[in-house]
């Protein structure tokens, strides 16, 4: 990074300096926003050694730049890197971690509200995945996660943010939870600085095929603020049934809708 | 020639005229209704059911306006049904093949085996469905050819679809020497596919060691993948495995034929008709190629 490279903040909203040139540093990409003329915008983005170029047209001036994290289009299963046990009765306050990309958009017009997605950030490589049988699944990405107990263990990395989950096991047998489907539309975003935090969720089995998912409005308490909402609004309660998919072996379960 | 004007003034000129009209009008309308319900079933419909409903609603006004003309020309119809019975009789003889594709036809209609725009196998023919039609369904193969096919030999025969389902899976079939470690080949390979891509994560991938071949073991990957990243899929999978193999030093085998250069008098001596005993590769032959020589040692690379 530059000196005078700017490390975005996910809040702050930047304009174009005098000489018509600003760098800003974005996860794991650098970009250089240069003004060619009145109305064009060159966007140099360096990824590692690789570096490309492109133009966009727009009021330039007038602009302001904003890096914009957001969450993929498909559901994200969550793998757990290590089984979750729960004893009959017994709950627990976790923390995963969920997939985003981030966008490097240009707001413009009254009150900012004409976005132009000047160039998107997605990780390498996306693990692709499958969530239910065969011939009536849903594709979904599939992320490995470690569960974390505590907020300050977890810390959101590049193209990573911390999904806070509560699970409660009101079944009158221990399960084991392996995996979890979240569907992505669900979740908002809040920020702090470099790391990002979705709402809560909240998991509720009963029996081996029914259990509850619950999308909060809030998250956890730190002084995070909201700069996404979910993409289909948040209402208190359960979405739907769970079902069990594919459970591995008696006890083993795998969530999702 | 007062006869004639008398045949031409006692012929039903006004009936015919009508009759003529009332088909003109019927096709006029039977098009136009044609392109009102498939205008208004694009909208709720997919392209199957919306082609099915246009092809009713076209032949049920075309049927109904030939109906009225023949009414009009004076033809009572209940003797025109009695007739249609013999008619049906004839015209099964002589339009055997067409009647039986366009039944046929709305077998596969109501069916739907597929769609338009589903990507079939029928009868080896890969393509994309243009159109079901009355007699034939036409595809759209890969290589840019038109083919129409008789729904009849459609009805008769497997037809597969591939665009039915989201996810497909592929076998890639890879060998490795007899010298190399099968759990070693099997876990370098895991490793590549599950570093892919295209290779999805669930449905697992699965590596199965299927036989003990003529040249080495034989292995089969079976691998999901999006059915729309089929070709793109199956060239990195057995690219990917190959180099994943290579660099690993494990060795893929080939057809090993092994050449004995020796007297076979000797050979029958040594109790071998063919080759010795060492020399028995499932591929091996033996040339009588006069004197014995000891087998040529590759020489080192410098």
Known sequence: ?257 | MDSIKEIMSSFPWADIFRALVTVVVGIIAARLLSKIVDRAAKRNLDKHNAALLRKVATYTVLGASILVALSTLGIKLSGLLAAAGLMTVALGFAAQTSVSNIISGFFLLMEKPFEVGDVVDIEGNVGVVLSLDLLSTKLRTFDNLFVRIPNENILKKPVKTFSKYQVRRIDVKFSIAYKEKITEAKEIVRSFLKSSSLVLEDPRPLIITRTLGDSGVDFVAKVWIDRTKLLEARDSVTAGIKKALDDAGIEIPFPHLTLYMGDPGQLRMQGCGIAPVAARSPKARALAMGRPRPPKRPRPKH
């Open chain 1, 1 to 257: 990074m530059k000196d005078d490279e700017k490390k975005a903040s996910w809040t702050e909203r930047l304009e174009l300096p005098e000489d018509g040139r600003l760098d800003i540093s974005v996860l794991d990409a650098s970009y250089a926003l240069e003004r060619v003329s009145g109305g064009v915008l060159k966007i140099t983005r360096k990824k590692g050694d690789k570096e490309t170029a492109s133009f966009a047209c727009l009021d330039v001036k007038r602009a302001v730049y904003q890096p914009q994290p957001d969450f993929h289009d498909l559901p994200t299963m969550i793998k757990l890197k290590e089984d979750l046990l729960l004893a009959p009765g017994a709950g627990a306050e976790l923390f995963l971690e969920v997939p985003v990309k981030a966008q490097l958009v240009a707001l413009l017009g009254k009150g900012r509200k004409e976005r132009i997605v000047l160039d998107e950030l997605k990780q390498a490589k996306q693990l692709q995945s499958f969530y239910g049988p065969p011939n009536e699944g849903i594709f979904c990405n599939a992320i490995y996660a470690k569960v974390y107990s505590a907020l300050e263990e977890a810390q959101s990395n590049d193209y990573r943010a911390i999904l806070p989950l509560s699970v409660e096991n009101r079944h009158s047998k221990q399960i084991s939870i392996t995996r979890l489907l979240i569907p992505s539309d669900r979740l908002a975003l809040f920020a702090r600085e470099q790391t990002l935090i979705t709402n809560r969720v909240r998991l509720k089995v009963k029996t081996d095929e029914d259990g509850e998912l619950d999308f909060l409005q809030d998250t956890v308490s730190g002084g995070f603020s909201r700069i996404t909402t979910s993409k289909t609004a948040v209402k208190s309660g359960a979405i739907g049934k769970l079902t069990t998919l594919g459970a591995m072996s008696p006890g083993e379960m795998q969530f999702g809708f």
